[in-house]
């Protein structure tokens, strides 16, 4: 069904960069921002569910996803189709102004399908917890900037608490909450202010019920106490999994506390799903895997399995600001709206229930390899978000760089770890082609200590 990620996958012909993509390189090095993180050359022609193709017909086994988003696949058939037909009825007429039917029957799917347990009500149906409203933009960092907007106008408090380690994006807002490197911050001060870092409980047990919350007393006894009084906290904001950051998990027990402590404060709960999100982990929702039901939520990656789009996903009552507080052109476009569409019935359809069997495929290969190669360890994720650690980044960039070099597409995150994010169509073979790949490559680049 898709285009051609039947054909045999890695098949290169040269050792990349080719001659096009090497032409190609050299405009983008002469004309494009140096702002990038590129790891290694990739230079992509077209690409068909895990399959990539570059410039110069080398395929590659994608596990990337274009840093998790298209999710359903590289172009899903039925997503094309849904984008095609959009295209030539409506493009664009702004949400900001203007009703499109694309973008209310979104919102009403988004609404309906947020994480919290589910209710049964006579005349809407299926429907969440509680009654959810949506606004739509265009990308991650902008979702993060209207929960932060929304948060402190709904809660008229000004402080809100973030984690070390947390990466919500590079615009002001979202880069003020991030906490995971200084490069996204050096030399961009002054950031927006009254916002508290505290660090993400990478090591805790989950023993939060029988013992208390470790993180969350720490907020109490030293944030509270010392420098942010709750009665002026709007939010935390906080990713079920940090994504960048290393992908670590966040206890559910974590959650369960901070929802606690938010509930006892009147402080909004912010999740951040943009990569945890749309059916990765299993769930549609990472945050589903602890029963939480946070105020907002935000999405965006994966949401229209590439087409840009962004959105929050908040409590009703919590989405109560009033006419021209906050819009977007181009936010909630009729054409990725469509997209995600099908996206959603995609992932219910099939993709979730492959993430969750791929994702046990794949961390037990790793362990496997963890045995052999003994510099890897923590293997660790949900679904198919998941994740290794080597010794350094250097060694993780040079293990991603040969496995490139093989038709492997790894992206890294953390530390020193090595990200799977591929898209939730992966195959078992696919699965086995990766572990194999990775396994030529740790015994080939990497001398033990
Ligand atoms: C968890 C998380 N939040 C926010 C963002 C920012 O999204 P965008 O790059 O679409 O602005 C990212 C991007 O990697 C992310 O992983």
């Known amino acids: 069904m898709f285009a051609f990620d039947h054909l045999p996958v890695p098949s290169l012909r040269m050792l990349p960069p080719g001659p096009l993509a090497l032409e190609l390189l050299a405009r983008d090095s002469t004309y494009v921002s140096g702002s990038y993180t590129r790891v290694y050359p990739l230079v992509v022609e077209r690409a068909s569910g895990a399959v990539v193709e570059d410039v110069d017909g080398n395929r590659y086994l994608d596990f990337t996803a274009g840093i998790a988003v298209t999710n359903t696949g590289h172009c899903h058939p039925e997503v094309v189709a849904a984008i095609q037909e959009q295209a030539a009825r409506l493009i664009h007429m702004s949400g900001t102004d203007f ?128 420098v942010a009084p ?46 945890s999100g749309m059916g990765r982990t299993g769930k549609l929702y990472a945050v589903e895997h602890t029963g939480v039901e946070p105020d907002i939520v935000c999405v965006a990656k994966g949401v229209a399995s590439g087409l840009p789009l962004g959105a929050i996903i908040a409590k009703a009552n919590v989405m109560n600001w009033p006419t021209g507080s906050h819009a977007s052109t181009f936010g909630g476009n009729p054409v990725a709206c469509a997209a995600a569409l099908v996206t959603l019935d995609l992932l219910e359809r099939e993709y979730m229930n492959n993430a969750t069997t791929r994702g046990e495929q794949l961390r037990e290969g790793l362990r496997k390899l963890a045995t052999k190669h003994t510099y890897l360890s923590g293997v660790r994720g949900l679904g198919l978000m998941t994740a290794v650690d080597l010794q350094t980044a250097a060694e993780r960039d040079r293990v991603i760089q040969n496995c490139f070099r093989r038709g492997l597409l790894l992206l890294g995150c953390g530390d020193s770890a090595v990200r799977f994010c591929p898209p939730l169509c992966i195959t078992s073979e696919h699965v086995e082609i990766a572990l194999r790949i990775l396994d030529d490559v740790l015994t080939e680049s990497i001398n033990p200590r």
């Open 99 to 226: 009703y499109y039917r694309p973008q209310i029957d979104l919102a009403e799917r988004l609404a309906k399908t947020a994480p919290g347990p589910r209710r049964h009500d006579a005349t809407a149906g299926e429907t969440g917890p509680s009654p959810k409203k949506v606004f739509f933009c265009n990308s991650g960092a902008e979702a993060i900037e209207a929960a932060l907007k929304l948060s402190r106008w709904h809660t008229r408090r000004s402080r809100v608490i973030a984690f070390f380690g947390g990466f919500h994006g590079r615009t002001y807002g979202a880069m003020s909450l991030s906490g995971s490197k200084v490069v996204h911050r050096r030399g961009f001060s002054p950031l927006v202010s009254d916002i508290h870092h505290v660090p993400f409980p990478k090591s805790c047990t989950n023993s939060c019920e029988k013992t208390g919350c470790a993180m969350v007393k720490d907020i109490v006894d030293t944030l509270f106490r010392r």
């Open 230 to 275: 709750p009665d002026e906290v709007a939010a935390i904001f906080i990713e079920p999994i940090q994504g960048e950051g290393g992908y670590h998990i966040l206890p559910p027990g974590c959650m369960v506390a901070l929802r606690k402590l938010c509930d006892e404060h009147g402080i909004l709960l912010v999740v951040d799903e943009i990569q």
